[in-house]
């Protein structure tokens, strides 16, 4: 049920970014709330580990609320309502889940609530309950996502037209220090303080911020076709010879002329705006000068924050949808928006997964089990909640809690899968084996194999001195990512499909493991 309504909010997303209308079904707001809240300050909830706001995008003019005279720029970050929504889409196309959105559809000049609260209202009292409105829905994003997950990512998203053409990301860390040369892990104030402190691959802060997976590296090498063929206003987004990826600063792209590692005192808007602060994880001690004025402590906790500028290139409509209420994205002229949401989003899954995603992490304290042992129960070390679930038929598992009743269980080898609450892109699947050691086994312990080349460039010979019925590839943290089935003393496996590491694959022989050996991909 719960899918099926996320799904039916997705596909509402869709109309509205065909019609340019906030929906009028949204969450309700808060008690006390302006009626038209829900229509002016806009949460369409997801349900991975990733919130998203846009503040500078907003259309509206209400008469009754004043214009924010002398209090900072009213520019607009054009487009941004229109790419937040198709950045949502994306997501669900590529991983059946999406992120939390929220929309300022008040124009900047109404409410600016990157800003602190006298700055974002110009102290007009009457547009407050707005400004709390917008960051309440953040927060209640982030409320779910603690909820189904316990930690994940927060993303301001916005627009600029500077130069170098690049997507500046910003961590609350300035220019000046990252010039300077590798940042310092004492750093306690950048708005990624606890993805810092625990990440999946136990990274420095400068290998989280310009390494090969910092989000601005992954930008650089995600898709981006499309914009070196098709350059706008005669200047291509790759550059410095490239043919992929997009610009982006900081990163670990220092090539062709181009050192992305740093902004090196060009123009670059580093994350220290308000929302990034109040909703990223910097230290609640460590206190920030904040653009656009006033100051303020981190939010702490574990949401990571980050502030990302999309040059205006990557968000430009197109032809077709400046003159039509439809949105064709088949035709030559389709907007580059739209190429740059698919690829964004996949860095967005790639990110989560790279730092994050331990979230269904579990594990048995045997791999296999005879009919005549006590029951186990698997230790969840991710996000409890889950659900547990077997493959094929016959093992008896119970579902919330992963308990296998091993008497009541068909003999044979069984994939346990445990996947998250929020969305069931993120599981983990662990082998399992049940025995009854009153059967005899003999020639299945006398199989010998050889397994070669290893390592190897992607296909690997079997050979042995007996059936071999299957091989089931694992990566170092459990999760099965390839099998075969194979009924033969040989076979060729094509592992060409798998990214470069370590893996270790299981070999089974007559419903029994007869061995596991660590196979390296080149």
Known sequence: ???????????????????????????????????????????????????????????????????RSGCGTNEEDNNTDILIREIQKQCYAQMGGYPHIIINNLRRSKLDPNRIESVATCNNAVTVPYFTAYNDYIDDAVATIMADYGKGLYIDLHGQSHTPVRIDVGYNISTSTLDVGPLSNSIDYSTIENLKNDNLQNLTLDELVRGSDSFGQLLQTTGGGYYNTSSYNGSSLQQCGRTVGYRAVPSNYNNGGCDDTTPNGSAYFAGDYYSNVRHGSGDTSATSSLEGGGSLNGGGGTIDGMMTEVNRRVRDLGTIYAGSSSYNRTDSQSP???????????????????????????????????????????????????????????????????????????????????????????????????????????????????????????????????????????????????????????????????????????????????????????
């Open 336 to 522: 580059r928006l739209y190429y740059f949401a698919q690829d964004y989003a996949t860095v967005i899954v790639d990110y989560i997964d790279a730092h994050y995603n331990d979230f269904t992490e579990f594990n048995y304290a045997s791999a296999s089990y005879d009919v005549a042992d006590a029951d186990p129960t698997p230790t969840i070390a991710g996000i409890s909640g889950g659900t547990f679930s077997s493959t094929p038929t016959g093992l008896a598992i119970d579902s919330s809690n992963g308990e296998i009743d091993v008497s009541a269980s068909t003999l044979g080898n069984y994939d346990v899968t445990y996947t998250s609450v929020g969305n069931d892109y993120y599981q983990t699947t662990k082998a399992i084996e049940i025995t009854d050691n009153t059967l005899s086994v003999d020639g299945v312990e006398d199989i010998s194999f050889q397994l070669f080349p290893n390592p190897t460039n992607g296909l690997m010979t079997l050979k042995g001195n007996g059936k071999i019925s299957q091989v089931k590839i694992y990566s170092m943290i459990g999760q099965k990512v390839k099998g075969f089935t194979i009924n033969s003393n040989k076979a060729q496996l094509d592992l060409s499909s798998l990214k470069t590491g370590s893996y270790m694959a299981t070999f089974i022989s007559e419903g029994q493991i007869i061995d596991s050996k660590l196979i390296l991909r080149n």
């Open 1 to 67: 049920m719960k899918k099926n309504l996320l799904f039916s909010a997705l596909l509402f997303c869709a109309f509205i970014l065909n019609a340019q209308t906030p929906p009028a079904d949204v969450p309700e707001t808060p008690l006390g709330y302006p009626s038209n809240t829900n229509r002016l300050i806009e949460y369409i909830p997801g349900n991975i580990p990733v919130v998203i706001s846009a503040p500078h995008g907003g259309k509206e003019t209400p008469s009754n609320l004043p214009n």
